[in-house]
């Protein structure tokens, strides 16, 4: 058992025992053990150095058939929240315990508080009315939605007001949890039921049996 951890520690960096990720994230350790096979293969797509560079993120990430989806948008922002030691690249233990936080599992508010920074584009601490309108195109854009300019700003405009409640032209994070309780549905996208959800994001890389759209999709209005 312990060649057998040897060996991997030598092959991927920032190897951690399963059985301590486990204890430290929502993952069981087979569920750790099943990520560690999907990370050999993300990290080695195209620099073979055991590490996930934002080149490969962003392949996987835009491998998606849907070709857009709330991650893919914001590729650049994503990949930050994940390299946790901000050195530009992800290891494993990076890799395991950022996706912790799309387990069904993790806490609501770990959920609640990764989102915020996801649409934080600008990462100034709020979410700004053009960072909102990003969400909401990209929300329509994977509900499929198509609606004419103005109607679109109409729905921008009547969320960001429902959101600032404080009037000050910008949500921060007291305001953002308490709207995203008021439209749950909003943070959808931030669990991934089964483990093989995980890997929806990464189809290029992994084999899996079709799953319909919808069971994906993510209501605009809270429904």
């Known amino acids: 058992m312990g060649c057998a951890s040897s060996k991997r520690s030598k092959q991927l960096h920032g190897y951690e025992d399963p059985s301590v990720l486990a204890a430290e994230t929502p993952f069981t350790v087979s569920e750790v053990e099943s990520l560690e096979e999907l990370y050999k293969k993300l990290s080695n797509s195209i620099i073979a150095d055991g590490l996930i560079h934002k080149e490969e993120f962003?392949?996987?990430?835009?491998?998606?058939?849907?070709?857009?989806n709330l991650f893919a948008d914001r590729v650049c922002n994503v990949f930050d929240l994940f390299d946790l030691k901000h050195n530009g690249v992800i290891d494993f233990g990076e890799f395991v315990r950022s996706l912790g936080i799309f387990h069904p599992n993790a806490?609501?508010?770990?959920?609640?508080?990764?989102?915020?920074?996801?649409?934080?584009?600008?990462?100034?601490?709020?979410?700004?009315?053009?960072?909102?309108?990003?969400?909401?195109?990209a929300l329509l854009h994977e509900s499929e939605l198509v609606?004419?300019?103005?109607?679109?700003?109409?729905?921008?405009?009547?969320?960001f007001s429902?959101?600032?409640?404080?009037?000050?032209g910008k949500i921060d994070l007291e305001e953002w949890k308490a709207f995203v309780s008021k439209y749950p549905s909003l943070m959808k996208n931030m669990t991934l039921p089964y483990l093989k959800d995980i890997s929806i994001a990464f189809p290029s890389f992994v084999v899996l049996p079709e799953i319909d759209d919808s069971d994906v999709s993510v209501s605009v209005n809270g429904d």
């Open 58 to 68: 962003h392949l996987a990430l835009f491998k998606n058939r849907n070709q857009r």
């Open 107 to 137: 806490p609501v508010a770990d959920k609640i508080a990764f989102a915020f920074k996801l649409y934080d584009l600008r990462q100034t601490g709020f979410i700004e009315r053009e960072e909102l309108k990003e969400m909401v195109l």
């Open 147 to 159: 609606l004419s300019e103005d109607i679109v700003e109409m729905i921008v405009d009547k969320t």
């Open 162 to 168: 429902e959101a600032d409640t404080k009037g000050d």
